[in-house]
């Protein structure tokens, strides 16, 4: 706990932002669903017949400009941060670390680079530095007739560039128009669809249809990503899985729910991570808390706090342990799940729980609600009318 609040006053004095200290209790949000059409993300497609130099191309020909304004910004940011010199190492150190990266990740990286005029090292900081501060949301509840819906909110605005005018987070707004839905194809059949962001390879939000949907919440920890990524570019240690791209394999190999749990909990990871998954089957739905070797699995049905049998509610804290009071939102989360109740679980409950405030917040990005059995997938973009919440 003493890891995160230092982290929460170190992005505090850079937002320079003050903020009343306590979280706005707000009632439950019930006429939110369904959200208007025009923050519909559109889908496109990434095929994966084509080589990974290629597969990214039609989509970064249409994203390639914003991708370089959002770059460009946190580039700036960053720079103002930790001055030019750090910076050039930095952007040295990330050439040499793509180089690193397992087939096809630095293929595909480097594809997305020629086709947004980006420089490799921009794009592999793209693809791993955002994560650092990645907060979510996600849900996954099964109605009365064994059916499980799964839902998540990706929060995400770096902690950088609060504009005081606009009340918005910079990097947030950016991140808007890059966010698509994507359908993987092979042999023009979708196998899984994400949603993500244009120029990101791994997945966060996935579905696979009749098998399993999947969500990716950051946890922090001491022994945190920075232990396994110093591992991997001092000591060579290429044994352990990047957490999103383990999920992209997952997404494209594992063909059902126990094979992906299975997968999810035991593969050794470069850094500690919330898997949230959903089958397609009544009690087909589990928490997964890693640290980089070992695992907590926590499932539907098993009522421990923090959430009730029918429904799994996970935020950027161990379940076993009470959320820090300046970011809760796992208890407004519980609170609708229980005033809605197991007979109202449908899209249309998942959708109003991720708007009440503050698990609705300035940082929301996107919101999707997924079911494996029936293959859907429905992302809208989020934003927090004031007053609202930072994060
Ligand atoms: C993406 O895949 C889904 C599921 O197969 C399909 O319904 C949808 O039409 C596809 N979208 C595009 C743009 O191909
Ligand atoms: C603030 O919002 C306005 C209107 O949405 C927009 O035109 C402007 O670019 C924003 N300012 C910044 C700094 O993002
Ligand atoms: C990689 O790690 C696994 C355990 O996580 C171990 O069984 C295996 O032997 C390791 N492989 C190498 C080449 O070190
Ligand atoms: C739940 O469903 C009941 C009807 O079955 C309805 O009266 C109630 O308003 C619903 N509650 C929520 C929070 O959606
Ligand atoms: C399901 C469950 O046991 N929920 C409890 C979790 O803890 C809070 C108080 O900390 C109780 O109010 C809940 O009933």
Redesign the pocket.
Known sequence: MKIISCLFVLVLSISAYTVPLQQNVQT?E?SAYPPDDKDAVSTYIVNLDLSPLQRWAPLMKEKGPMLHALVEDVKDLLLSVVGEKIFKFLMNCLDKLGTTLPYPYYEEVVGIGAYSNLPTSTVVLYNIFYEAFTLCTSIVAQDPNGHVYHARTLDTGLFLGWDRKNKTWKVAELLHPLTVQLNFTKNGVTIFQSTSFAGYVGVLTGVRKDKFSLSVDKRFSLNGGMVGLLEWILFNDHNQSWVSFLTREVMQEANDYNVAKELLSETRLLAPVYFILAGTKAGEGSVITRDRSNANVLELGSNKNGSGSWYLVQTNYDHWKTPPFFDDRRTPANR?MM???Q??VSF??LY?VLSTKPVLNKESIYTSLMSAKTGKLHSWLRYCPDPCWPW
């Open positions: 439950c019930r609708c005033e809605g109740g007979k109202n249309n409950l109003n």
